[in-house]
């Protein structure tokens, strides 16, 4: 599968090595050149500077042959324009944004975008981990 992210912060470097480990070819778009140090060592794929809603930069990249886009970088602005660039312009079949606001989320993902939303999943989780461990004591009671 070939695979471009947007964004090589903590997870998208995560997921770009993890991709790439498992044998697909992947390409990481970032402004930061100095992101990319976050990939592993022996990171075989290839990494472009430049911003995402960009085309020349997208084609450098290989969107025109892409399975997959993932727009991971830490706007919610830029990933949700770099996800539509690359399901409306490019025709990519495979489109994953992460929104940290869950009402745009929301929004997105009705509109037929797959969605992460940390805000949520987090929220949920914690939660869960109170839920698990019974009612919570009021203060000052022992």
């Given at each position: 599968?070939?695979?471009?992210?947007?964004?090589c912060?903590?997870?998208?470097?995560?997921?770009?090595?993890?991709?790439?480990?498992?044998?697909?070819?992947?390409?990481?778009?970032?402004?930061?050149?100095?992101?990319?140090?976050?990939?592993?060592?022996?990171?075989?794929?290839?990494?472009?500077?430049?911003?995402?809603?960009?085309?020349?930069?997208?084609?450098?990249?290989n969107?025109?042959?892409?399975?997959?886009?993932?727009?991971?970088?830490?706007?919610?602005?830029?990933?949700?324009?770099?996800?539509?660039?690359?399901?409306?312009?490019?025709?990519?079949?495979?489109?994953?944004?992460?929104?940290?606001?869950?009402?745009r989320?929301?929004?997105?993902?009705?509109?037929?975008?797959?969605?992460?939303?940390?805000?949520?999943?987090?929220?949920?989780?914690?939660?869960?981990?109170?839920?698990?461990?019974?009612?919570?004591?009021?203060?000052?009671?022992?």
């Amino acid at each position: 599968m070939n695979v471009v992210i947007m964004g090589c912060g903590r997870v998208g470097a995560r997921v770009a090595s993890i991709l790439d480990h498992n044998g697909h070819r992947v390409t990481v778009i970032d402004l930061d050149p100095a992101s990319f140090q976050r990939l592993q060592d022996d990171f075989a794929g290839d990494t472009v500077v430049g911003t995402g809603i960009d085309e020349d930069v997208l084609k450098i990249a290989n969107i025109e042959t892409a399975d997959a886009f993932i727009a991971l970088s830490e706007h919610d602005n830029r990933n949700i324009m770099a996800a539509q660039v690359a399901k409306m312009i490019f025709k990519v079949p495979q489109i994953i944004m992460r929104i940290y606001d869950p009402v745009r989320e929301d929004t997105y993902r009705r509109m037929g975008y797959s969605t992460v939303c940390p805000t949520t999943t987090i929220s949920a989780m914690v939660l869960d981990q109170i839920i698990q461990v019974g009612e919570i004591e009021e203060p000052g009671e022992e």
